[in-house]
């Protein structure tokens, strides 16, 4: 509230519908469309260019990739969350949220790369398919995601702060 006579006056929110307006649906009927043009795109591609066995190899990647994100990974994103809040209701939820983005763009790459690393431990039929030292690289790729949500956690506490003066 403000203070009678001073600049500051009480605006009404605006109103928004719960479901967003008729712009809202438009964009999401598009990208709904547009969804479901590429699976139907890629089902062709799929059944066109891939052999069967490497397709039920697909199958079942995609179903682990399923039962790691959401056996594995949400749960992790979910815990590390709780742990958070519990530990204090000074974090703003702004760097929760920065947080576990940075949690969850660091296990997306994790679920990428663990194939790379399963295939080179088995000593994989043609060396060149799995050059690299993926164990090494997943590494430094979550010190970065760890140093770039660092970044942004400090700039917005430093913005916030200097918008609060």
Known sequence: MSAPGSARTARPAPSVPAGGGPA???VRTALISLGVLAIVLGAW???DTVSTK???GLV???ILAVIIHDGILS???AAISIAMRRAGHRIPPAVLAILQGGVV???VFTLIVVPEIVRKAKGPKNYTVTPLD???HLALLWAAVAVVTAIVVVVYLRVTRARRR
């Open 24 to 26: 809202t649906t438009i």
């Open 45 to 47: 591609v799929l059944q």
């Open 54 to 56: 490497q397709i039920w």
């Open 60 to 62: 079942s990647w995609l």
């Open 75 to 77: 749960p992790v994103v």
């Open 105 to 107: 763009v660091g296990a």
């Open 134 to 136: 993926y164990g090494l």
